[in-house]
């Protein structure tokens, strides 16, 4: 314990190197001195980005029971379908991702959001009108068109994420940044509250299999309307941050190139070696990393844990089709807590990357704190709901958005200015790598 104890003393009183001096710069490559001067227009734009870069996923988690109408008719697609929608998105998200990171000299960033925003609405548009047209497709024929569009969004989400976070990063103010993990943390509160009242809405009935496929039917057509609104506001919303800041006005544009394509030609970005970032990023990177690859049990875990109460007389907040996607709800409530965390100075750790890394590692502490609970009804060893809720899983979701905002935050002050376009780029790429990993692993997990 002592030993324990000197570690983190030494991380407190010892920096490793310092954060680089020398300012910020425009998005188009302007030098400022003292950083972009902060705007709350700027900041709902970067949250609006955020909440529309996870949206689309939460999305296709909830509409879960129409698919499964989709798919009764064949136990075995019905039975893998989840599993097929998990690798085709991350396999989808990582390589995609890793392709953009590589293409840095002539990146156009704000095209990239562009596109993704694009891709989701019609992505979603399509899901939409497969819920009132195209009824009598065999499951097969639907499966085929499932894994498209899953592929097509995991692109979306990955041009979303690298461009964003680079494009985020020229603005110099980690306030923005905190935007995009605030946002990414309402996507996933807000779709949990939605399936719960409309849970708890619905009368019970004796027999509702006549209505149940009707039901999902609606419930899905409405998600998938919902993740094509909120691409398309966010499109709009984007396109005035970029009039907005239109220093472009200083471009000279040659015939036949729009302001975006000047922008990336006069902005001089250079290519800059992955290596060199992860020697200048390696406590950061690791630590989201390490971060999210631990975050992706949770789901696994909270799909399975059930109530200490006696279902027979517990209240229908305490019934699987409710407290489960209650934990969830709790679990968000805390990730978007903590994503909060970093914006208050004296909370902030942008200057202790070693000290995130550790407790991105402290973290897996969790994992036997979830076998203590009633893991498949089969009894617990702390037999408290309060405990599974309130400890578990809002502790778990706080830790998940504090480390995680803390490098995303925290990782342009250690890089030049000319780098912190391809940082963002990087850093994006190893959340997602943390992901992908996580979520073979959450295999295990849910075999143990």
């Avoid at 609606?218 to 993740?227: D, E, N, R």
């Avoid at 709800?329 to 200057?351: C, E, K, M, T, Y």
Wanted: hydrophobic letters at 50%.
């Amino acid at each position: 314990m002592e030993r324990i104890r000197e570690i983190f003393r030494r991380e407190l009183s010892e920096t490793p190197y310092e954060p680089l001096e020398g300012g910020s710069e425009h998005p188009d490559g302007e030098r400022i001195e003292h950083g972009e001067r902060f705007s709350w227009i700027d900041y709902g734009v970067f949250l609006l980005l955020g909440v529309a870069m996870l949206w689309a996923w939460n999305m296709f988690l909830a509409a879960a029971p129409y698919f499964q109408k989709r798919f009764e008719s064949d136990e075995r697609l019905l039975r893998n379908f989840q599993s097929a929608e998990l690798s085709v998105s991350t396999f989808g998200n990582l390589g995609s991702i890793i392709i953009l990171t590589k293409l840095q000299a002539r990146a156009s960033y704000p095209k990239r959001i562009i596109s993704s925003l694009l891709l989701n609405a019609a992505i979603f548009a399509l899901l939409a009108i497969s819920t009132r047209q195209f009824l009598g497709a065999s499951a097969n024929g639907y499966f085929a068109f499932f894994v498209l569009v899953v592929f097509v969004a995991s692109l979306a989400t990955a041009l979303c994420q690298n461009g964003v976070f680079a494009y985020v990063s020229g603005f110099g103010r980690p306030e923005y940044t905190q935007a995009i993990m605030t946002g990414q943390g309402i996507a996933g509160v807000l779709p949990c509250i939605t399936q719960i009242a409309s849970v708890l809405s619905v009368p019970e009935k004796v027999d509702s299999s006549k209505d149940a496929p009707q039901e999902s039917s609606t419930s899905a057509f409405v998600y998938f309307l919902t993740a094509t609104v909120i691409s398309a506001i966010t499109l709009v919303a984007f396109l005035y941050l970029l009039s907005r800041h239109s220093s472009r006005k200083h471009i000279k544009q040659t015939p036949g190139e729009d302001e975006i394509e000047a922008e990336s030609r006069l902005s001089g970005r250079k290519t800059v070696p992955l290596l060199t970032l992860l020697r200048k990023l390696s406590w950061l990177a690791g630590a989201v990393f390490l971060n999210f690859a631990i975050t992706m049990i949770y789901p696994v875990f909270t799909q399975q844990i059930l109530s200490v109460k006696d279902s027979a007389t517990a209240s229908k907040l305490f019934q699987p089709s409710s407290f489960i996607p209650l934990g969830f709800l709790l679990w968000n409530i805390g990730d978007l807590f903590g994503r909060l965390l970093p914006g208050v100075p004296a909370l902030s750790l942008a200057s202790r990357p070693r000290l995130i890394f550790y407790l991105s590692v402290c973290r897996i502490v969790f994992i036997p704190m979830y076998l203590l609970c009633n893991l498949g009804g089969k009894g617990a060893a702390i037999n408290s709901d309060a405990f599974y809720l309130l400890v578990v899983q809002v502790l778990f979701g706080v830790s998940n958005g504090y480390v995680g905002s803390s490098c995303m935050m925290g990782f342009a002050q250690w890089v030049n200015v000319d780098e912190r376009e391809a940082a963002g780029g990087f850093m994006s790429l190893c959340l997602v790598a943390g992901l992908t990993v996580g979520s073979f692993l959450s295999f295990f997990a849910a075999g143990a």
